[in-house]
């Protein structure tokens, strides 16, 4: 018979918690807007931005909107006795993949226009960011034995190392030349950036990829880094920022 991998209470609990922690920190960072001037409120209006595309994300997969179910039929084969099939059905959060393509270009904008990036390379990055969630998505719906899954999974690893280079070696020079405080700065949050980020693949391979953690596990374990990479990459941003005028672009 099937086996069917789904989230638990828990596993709900936790996406209602980030739920609430998004929509708090979305409330902060508007109120820090206010005390501002329209024209100097960029950083703030994307961070805001960042955190309200995620509480909505995160209110359809809490409400089992943003899920349904990838089926994989695992065949293993026996000597002298005839292959047995296994079904597996394991939820798939489809949200995250909605959430991600918009807010991780958004991301890439707060860090872009801290370092001074060109705009051909933010078009460049942004892209790139677009097609590692495109064909992150579909490696999440990919078939086991085709080599679906694993094919569109190397495609979005080879999009994120192209993110890394604009963040790396484009992102420090520009930034560099806007002071050595704010390449101090950047140094430092682009560093944090690629660390966290790093973090989603693997988490991806050892979830979604080789279903070694449960369903519940993987809910966890996307919770912290959501919050690290949006609340907490938001908060040190927005408080340098207020303390760093270089760091400001003009609306
Ligand atoms: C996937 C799987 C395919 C390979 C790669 C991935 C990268 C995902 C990343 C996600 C970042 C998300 C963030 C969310 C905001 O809170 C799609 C997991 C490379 C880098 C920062």
Known sequence: KPIYEHATASGTRTLWVVFV??????????????????SKRLYHILTTLITIIAAISYFGMATKHGVNYNHTRKTE????????????????????????SLTTPLLLLDLCFLAGISGAHIFMAVLADLVMILTGLFAAYGGERSGQKWGWYTIACIAFLVIIWHLVVNGRITAQAKGSKVGKFFAAISLYTILIWTAYPIIWGVADGSRILSVNQEIMAYAILDVLAKPVFGFWLLFTHAKLPE???EL
Do not use: N
Not at 28 to 35: K, P
Not at 78 to 86: I, L, R, Y
């Open 247 to 249: 760091t400001g672009v």
């Open 77 to 100: 084969s026996h000597k002298h006795v005839p292959d047995t099939h296994q079904e597996i059905y394991r939820e798939v959060y489809w949200a995250r993949y909605v959430d991600w």
């Open 21 to 38: 922690i998004m929509l708090i920190s979305a409330a902060a960072f508007t109120a820090m807007s206010w005390r501002i001037p329209v």
